[in-house]
C-alpha cells in the first residue's frame, strides 16, 4: 500500500516568511520559500530577488540559490537570464501546449506501461488510485495525483520519457498546488473535477489494451483541463491583481 505523499504544515499568514537563522540548512530555507509560495505571500509571477530576500530570511546567497533551483526542479519557480526567478505562472493557452505534448508524450508511456505491467504493479496502481480516490484534502490529492501518474511512467521502461514528462509536467501541478493552497485559504473553491477518470485509466492500463490506454489518458486529461480552464484564468487574474 503506498503512503500519501507527506504535506507540510501551512505558515501563519500574517508574516511574509517564516524566520530562518543563521544555522538554518538549505531544506529550512526551502521550506521557508514554499511556505511564502503556497500561502499567497509570494503571486504568481513575482520576482524573486536574491540579495534582499537573503538578508531577509539572514542566510548566505549560496544557501539560497540552492533551496530556490528545488523549487525550481518542483516547478513552483522558473527561471531564466533575463528574468530571473519568478514563482511559477501558467496562463490557460500555455496550459494548452502542455496538454497536447503530454497526450503525445504519456499516451505512449502508457501504452507501453499496459504491455509490461505486472501482478504486483497492477495492484500498486490499484491502491493508488484508491487513496486518490478518498482523499479529501485537496493538497494531498493533487500530490497523490502526480504520483500515480508518475508511476504510471516508471512502468512503461522508459526513462526518457518519464524523465521527459517530468519536466513538462511539474509546472502544471505545481500550478494546481498554488490554485488548491488558494483554494484551502477560503477563496473560490475549484470546479470539481469529473469523477472516475483515474480509474478508468487505472483500469485500462492494468486490464485493458494499449490502445485503450491511450485513449482512457486522453480523456482523462481533456476532461480535467476543460473542467477548470476557465478557473485557471481567473485565478491569474486574481493573483495579478494582488501584486499591484
Same mark, same amino acid.
Given at each position: ?13 500574517? +508574516? ?6 543563521? =544555522? ?9 520559500? @514554499? !511556505?511564502? /509560495? ?8 513575482? @520576482? ?5 530576500? %537573503? ?7 549560496? /544557501? ?10 518542483? *516547478?513552483?519557480?522558473?527561471? !531564466?537570464?533575463?528574468?530571473? %526567478? ?9 496550459? &494548452?501546449? /502542455?496538454?497536447?505534448?503530454? /497526450?503525445?508524450?504519456? *499516451?505512449?508511456?502508457?501504452? #507501453? ?5 505486472? !501482478? ?12 486518490? !480516490? ?9 500530490? #497523490? ?8 511512467? @516508471?512502468? +512503461? ?12 509536467? +511539474? ?9 488548491? +493552497?488558494?483554494?484551502?485559504? *477560503?477563496? =473560490? ?13 487505472? &483500469? %485500462?492500463?492494468?486490464? *485493458? ?13 481533456? =476532461?480535467?483541463?476543460? %473542467? ?10 486574481? =493573483? ?5
Amino acid at each position: 500500500m503506498p503512503k500519501p505523499a507527506r504535506i507540510l504544515p501551512m505558515p501563519d499568514p500574517s +508574516s511574509r516568511f517564516e524566520k530562518v537563522n543563521k =544555522e538554518s540548512t538549505r531544506d529550512k530555507v526551502y521550506r521557508s520559500l @514554499r !511556505n511564502a /509560495i503556497l500561502s499567497g505571500q509570494l503571486h504568481c509571477g513575482e @520576482r524573486v530577488k536574491e540579495i534582499p530576500l %537573503a538578508q531577509e530570511l539572514g542566510v548566505s546567497r549560496a /544557501i539560497l540559490r540552492e533551496a530556490m533551483q528545488q523549487l525550481i526542479h518542483d *516547478g513552483l519557480l522558473e527561471s !531564466n537570464s533575463y528574468r530571473g %526567478a519568478r514563482v511559477i505562472e501558467l496562463r490557460p493557452e500555455q496550459i &494548452d501546449e /502542455i496538454i497536447e505534448a503530454r /497526450i503525445l508524450l504519456e *499516451g505512449r508511456a502508457v501504452r #507501453l506501461a499496459t504491455e509490461r505491467i505486472q !501482478n504486483s504493479q497492477r495492484e500498486e496502481l490499484q491502491a493508488f488510485e484508491r487513496l486518490l !480516490n478518498k482523499e479529501k484534502d485537496p493538497l494531498k490529492a493533487g500530490q #497523490l495525483d502526480l504520483l500515480l501518474h508518475q508511476r504510471i511512467w @516508471r512502468i +512503461s521502461g522508459q526513462a526518457m520519457i518519464e524523465k521527459l514528462l517530468l519536466q513538462l509536467t +511539474s509546472p502544471l501541478f505545481a500550478m494546481s498546488l498554488l490554485m488548491r +493552497s488558494a483554494e484551502t485559504r *477560503g477563496h =473560490e473553491q475549484m470546479p470539481a473535477l469529473p469523477r472516475g477518470t483515474h480509474k478508468r485509466l487505472v &483500469d %485500462a492500463i492494468c486490464f *485493458g489494451t494499449p490502445a485503450k490506454a491511450a485513449q482512457e489518458l486522453e480523456a482523462h486529461l481533456t =476532461e480535467n483541463w476543460t %473542467a477548470i480552464r476557465r478557473r485557471v484564468a481567473e485565478f491569474v487574474a486574481r =493573483e495579478e491583481a494582488g501584486k499591484l
